[in-house]
């Protein structure tokens, strides 16, 4: 299986931008300062592993259908992705990432880790992330390299989290990062609509 790098690049630049000002950044920062932040990662990481690996077997079957229709939803779900994005930079309400750890127990070791891939497991369902991983599977047809793109940038996010993620907060605003990715999911709308057009 030869890799697209064109498609890796894209695909980690992407998820990056979309996923640095996300729900699960947040959680992932809360999480660490509960447990060893190594500990955090492992299992965040695991969690992002399977849910990478669920959203590119997904985009894989989606580009058996005609080219147009994959076109076409890859298009509709990039520009659902700028709504959404845009919609969350206006509104402002930035959760603190609490509500995905307020059950979380005091443990260590292996359960930190556990506990931490439930955490993310759970929250990742449906997230933007996902939904773009499997339109640029689709778009693409190069599932190796878009899972390689999209689980890099999701270690690289979480890796930020749990280092310096409340550092990087003081200097971010995350609605500027909403609004980033906003501008990445246009992008890629555009240009999946010349491609259509074409």
Known sequence: MSLDVAALFLTFGAIFVVELPDKTFLATLVLSTRYRPILVWLGVGSAFAVQTTVAVVLGHAASFLPE???????????????????????????????????????????????????????????????????????????????????????????????????????????HVLHYVGAAVCLLLATLTLVEIVR
């Open 68 to 174: 147009n229709a994959v076109k076409t939803i890859a298009l509709l779900l990039f520009l659902a992705g700028a709504v959404f994005l845009v919609r969350e930079g206006r509104s402002h309400q930035q959760t603190s990432g609490d509500e995905f750890v307020e059950n979380a127990k005091d443990v260590t070791g292996f359960r930190a880790v556990l506990a931490s891939f439930l955490v993310l497991f759970a929250a990742e369902w449906g997230d933007l992330s996902q939904l773009l991983t499997i339109s640029l599977v689709a778009r693409y047809e190069a599932p190796g390299s878009v899972f390689i793109g999209a689980l890099g940038a999701l270690l690289v996010v979480s890796g930020l989290a749990v280092i310096a993620g409340r550092t990087l907060l003081r200097f971010v605003s995350l």
